[in-house]
T-cell receptor
Framework: EAQVTQNPRYLITVTGKKLTVTCSQN?????MSWYRQDPGLGLRQIYY???????DKGDVPEGYKVSRKEKRNFPLILESPSPNQTSLYFC???????????FGNGTRLTVT | GENVEQHPSTLSVQEGDSAVIKCTYS??????FPWYKQELGKRPQLIID?????GEKKDQRIAVTLNKTAKHFSLHITETQPEDSAVYFC???????????????FGQGTILTVHP
């Protein structure tokens, strides 16, 4: 089944403790991206990747890192999480940059 | 950078009525405009999209129109049904001619409620 898989679904952590949210797609998509969703603010792009080893900042990249060493994986790294990063995070992939996005199920992160 | 404004933020209609959601964008390099529907507790899913070389696109009860000159695009849902109740997001994507090719900006979302 074609899908985007994010893990974990829920994560509660403390300020400053490094964490990684994994994202994997099995559709051989070139484009992958991360979003955070907050009430009243919609979906905001954090980082995107047009292909392996190519990543670019979205609208809200501060406090996040990404890497694209393999086509199928695009992990999101929070090296020192803070409470303002508490949010619902979505990973998504598409065939190329101007194509429909396939979203993962989301990761609800709480930073205390 | 790109800025996408979406209105209204909430929309309430009676079953069978039409619903219209409007979005404006700022970057003329945007050339792909998708619309996503997000049901409560679920992931967003594409319902329709349009590219800048097309003015209108229809898929059954859903249509999207694009005015490149005015930089605005709209979602039209006819004969609404209770299962259309959800949050709808518009988005604009920078095309290959832009300096931020691939960057995608979403609107703030519209909560649509269809009353039976």
């Amino acid at each position: 089944e074609a899908q985007v898989t994010q893990n974990p679904r829920y994560l509660i952590t403390v300020t400053g403790k490094k964490l990684t949210v994994t994202c994997s797609q099995n559709m051989n998509h070139e484009y992958m991206s991360w979003y955070r969703q907050d009430p009243g603010l919609g979906l905001r792009q954090i980082y995107y990747s047009m292909n392996v080893e190519v990543t670019d900042k979205g609208d809200v990249p501060e406090g996040y890192k990404v890497s694209r060493k393999e086509k199928r994986n695009f992990p999101l790294i929070l090296e020192s999480p803070s409470p303002n990063q508490t949010s619902l995070y979505f990973c998504a992939s598409s065939l190329r940059g101007e194509s429909p996005l396939h979203f993962g199920n989301g990761t609800r992160l709480t930073v205390t | 950078g790109e800025n996408v404004e979406q209105h209204p933020s909430t929309l309430s209609v009676q079953e069978g009525d039409s619903a219209v959601i409007k979005c404006t964008y700022s970057d003329s390099a945007s050339n792909y405009f998708p619309w996503y529907k997000q049901e409560l507790g679920k992931r967003p899913q594409l319902i329709i999209d349009i590219r800048s070389n097309v003015g209108e696109k229809k898929d059954q009860r859903i249509a999207v129109t694009l005015n490149k000159t005015a930089k605005h695009f709209s979602l039209h849902i006819t004969e609404t049904q209770p299962e259309d109740s959800a949050v709808y997001f518009c988005a604009a994507s920078i095309g290959a001619g832009g300096t931020s090719y691939g960057k995608l900006t979403f609107g703030q979302g519209t909560i649509l409620t269809v009353h039976p």
